[in-house]
């Protein structure tokens, strides 16, 4: 028997009646891609929630709509809510759902990290003391029951896109820097958010494998960075960055690595190839790996299609799963 892990950039997944391409064109796309994956366990990114017609709490019903008539609907569902209100926020949840059981939800935002402290060099008017410097989104962690009795640590993680991030009275428009230095000291805070989102996944990963130094783990998501870049190195802890071999089972496998340079790509941004979606292993996990499949057959261009197409139902990122042998119990 095998277990299958995939991970899915759904793009701002929403159902409002304004929106063009309405849900019904996105979902004529999105469900064959998810029934393809074959999904046991499932993590999605941008995942948008939505005010029940009732009043009640935000809920996911969109992401209802298109796992219906799908064996998804029926899986277990964990997700990421709201820091202010009752339900899930109003955009960018994120959403874990398994074909078996789901316990130990944590849902962590400066949980292991706390906020930076800094003070703008180039604000205008200029700051008169240090901000703190948030990340953009929680990461979610569960834990699954295989068949058998062997537990797998799933980290379903979006990490903040590598644009400048705002600066008090740098910008003339929401596309516009007023100067080199704001939009530098902007794209400087964006890699502190990045970064941290990682150091606070990495933290969690160290307490996993304190408490269980065979764990079975999968991180996955959109990373926002390629395999070289300094989040995935956070992520993965190699012996390289470490110089402590006996840290070598706590290091991270980025699965991409079995699949040809040529099959190597999530997104595609002005032709060029990137490989942004993840799913990194733990060395427990990696032993049972028979395959890597990452679904970009009819993937576009990003940028293109943003000056070209109108009213996309597309996701501009690739599906990524990862099929392995069954850990025994």
Sequence with gaps: ???????????????????????????????????????????????????????????????????????????QRISTTSSSEAGVANVHNLVILS???LFGREQLRHELVSRPAYRPATAEPPETGAQAV???????????????????????????????????????????????????????????????????ARLLIDRIFDEEPGALIAVCGDLNAEEREMPLRILRGDVEDTGNGHLAYR???PLERTLPDSQRYSVLHHGHKQMLDHILVSRALMAYCRQVEVH?????????????????PESYHAPVVAEFARPDG
Excluded at 146 to 152: D, K, Q
Excluded at 175 to 198: N, P
């Design 1 to 75: 028997m095998s277990l299958r892990i995939a991970t899915f950039n759904l793009e701002n997944l929403d159902d409002r009646p304004e929106l063009d391409p309405p849900l019904d064109e996105r979902i004529a796309l999105l469900r064959p891609q998810l029934l393809r994956l074959a999904a046991d366990v499932l993590c999605l990114q941008e995942v948008n929630g939505q005010q029940p017609k009732d009043g009640g709490p935000r809920g996911l019903l969109a992401l209802d709509r298109l796992l219906e008539g799908t064996p998804y609907a029926a899986f």
């Design 99 to 101: 074909r078996w059981p």
């Design 134 to 200: 948030e990340w953009d989104r929680p990461l979610l962690k569960a834990t699954v029951e295989l068949p058998g009795g062997r537990i797998l640590h799933v980290v379903n993680l979006h990490l903040r896109a590598p644009l400048a991030a705002l600066v008090a009275g740098q910008k003339q428009d929401a596309f516009t820097w007023r100067s080199v230095g704001g939009w530098a000291e902007g794209f400087f805070l964006a890699t502190v958010k990045r970064s941290g989102q990682a150091l606070e």
């Design 251 to 253: 290091a991270l496998v």
């Design 296 to 312: 970009n057959e009819a993937l576009g261009d990003e940028l293109v299609a943003y000056a070209t197409v109108s009213h996309s």
